[in-house]
């Protein structure tokens, strides 16, 4: 490691700090992140695992990062993304987290990235509200609440972009889904 690389991480520390004393002392910066209802997946018996969902906008001008999501509901809530491997729908584990570029809506929704709950305490019943939180790179920590729906009324969508829905055309795949191991 070079002494120039440690000046830029040590002059990044320094601005994330600033940036933090910014977000407390104006509380408008910490809401440009928009985030659309959070979604669970109702459990049917006793599934030992299920989803969550929901959206978010970057409506500043920073870029902000989720880098995970914390949740007392499950063993282990990890950020899974899917894909189409030999024609069945896989998903796996997401490194690094999930960007959000200034402007930009990301989509935790079926057939794509969503909040993966493993290992569940209890059964997730429709109408009930259950929450997580989401653990942002600039922004930190947000707890959000939301409620179990059966999963034909799940329906993700940005508020303020419906332009991004129509890149999801492709996701209503009827490719079969692999759970986990539990253990
Ligand atoms: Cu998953």
Redesign the pocket.
């Known amino acids: 490691m070079n002494g120039d690389f440690m000046l830029s991480l040590n002059l990044q520390r320094i601005f994330a700090a600033g940036f933090v004393c910014l977000v407390m002392l104006s509380p408008a910066l910490a809401s440009d992140l928009k985030i659309g209802a959070l979604q669970f997946r109702a459990t049917i018996g006793s599934m030992p695992s299920s ?1 969550a969902y929901l959206s978010i906008t970057n409506h500043g001008t920073m870029p902000d990062r989720l880098l995970d999501v914390e949740s007392s509901l499950a063993r282990k809530t ?1 950020l ?1 993304t ?1 894909a189409v491997t030999n024609g069945v729908m896989k ?1 796996r584990q997401i490194d690094g987290g999930i960007d959000i570029p200034a402007g930009a809506t990301i989509q935790l929704a079926p057939g794509g990235f ?1 909040v ?1 709950l493993i290992g569940l305490k209890a059964p997730l019943t429709v109408d009930e509200n259950y929450d997580v939180t989401l653990v942002f790179e600039t922004a930190g920590k947000v707890k959000v609440t939301g409620l179990a729906k059966r999963p034909a009324d799940l329906k993700i969508s940005a508020p303020h972009s419906p332009e991004a829905q129509s890149h999801g055309t492709h996701s209503s795949s009827t490719g079969s889904m692999e759970m ?1 191991k539990t253990n």
């Open positions: 989803a990890e899974h899917m998903m969503h993966m986990p």
